[in-house]
């Protein structure tokens, strides 16, 4: 819930947080509003899925128009993807012989979520007794090499781009992977990227600075993230964080 989200963050001392939902906005405003008045301040964003030679790629957008044509577009048309992914996904650990179904994914999910993800299914899992904890759920089937994921085929990263870019955002490439980043950043940067995420719990001190390193060749900012979920997968709000010299440049594309 972003209110919860809202909570916690003020909970762990931090005074900027980025909603960035899967292929929605429909939880900005309500985190808006319910850190009205409060000390922090939430940059209205978004996480756009897409695909390209059978990687997913996710672009962030910051500071954009929750309401845009644009976006409003793509999030109708993900909501049936991701649905229809969602049911492929049922079906293949049906067939691995896990007990599953879509009424159980749309329960844990709540009334309130109409824009499926994995760790909807994972929490499903959880109270099917399938496996003990999400963490578990991702690492034994549902992470990106395991047999029941599906990539979420939505658009390419460069329409990605362009929907962030439309919907007067500042599109951030998501936990890039260096093995793709040559290949596919100059194009990027063409259609409107600009920055890279080089800052989160997991990425070591060395791909960080060659991510550090590719932001500044291309002249991009760089941007930080928790990549939280929810707290069976995360640590507290806050326990990750990126300071305001981290992310100036990014912060001043935003007028913040």
């Given amino acids: 819930m ?49 695909t390209i030679d059978g990687h997913e790629i996710h672009i962030l957008g910051f500071f954009i128009d929750p309401s845009a044509p644009p976006l409003l577009k793509h999030h109708a048309r993900a909501l049936d993807l991701r649905r229809d992914r969602m049911e492929r996904m049922v079906a293949r ?52 090499r395991h047999a029941a994921f599906i990539p979420t085929e939505l658009q390419s990263p460069k329409e990605a781009v362009k929907v962030v870019v439309e919907s007067g955002g500042i599109a951030v490439w998501a936990h890039p992977p260096l093995g793709l980043l040559s290949e596919l950043l100059p194009g990027l940067v063409a259609a409107g990227l600009r920055g890279l995420e080089v800052s989160r719990p997991r990425t070591s001190r060395r791909a960080g600075e060659r991510l550090r390193a590719a932001a500044r060749e291309a002249g991009l900012v760089v941007s930080g993230g928790s990549d ?29």
């Fill in 93 to 144: 650990l049906t067939d691995d012989g896990l007990d599953i179904g879509m009424e159980a994914v749309t329960e844990a999910a709540g009334a309130s979520k109409t824009m499926l993800t994995r760790p909807h299914l994972a929490r499903a899992m959880v109270a099917r007794g399938l496996v003990a904890s999400v963490p578990e759920a991702f690492d034994r089937y549902l992470g990106n």
């Fill in 2 to 50: 972003p209110e919860q989200v809202v909570e916690g963050a003020l909970a762990g001392g931090l005074d900027v947080i980025a909603l960035t939902d899967h292929d929605t906005t429909a939880g900005v405003d309500r985190a808006v509003q319910a850190a009205s008045g409060k000390r922090l301040h939430v940059v209205p964003g978004t996480e756009l899925s897409s």
């Fill in 228 to 256: 939280w979920h929810d707290p069976e997968r995360n640590e507290p709000l806050g326990a990750f964080y990126v300071t305001e010299k981290d992310v100036q440049p990014l912060l001043d594309e935003g007028s913040l």
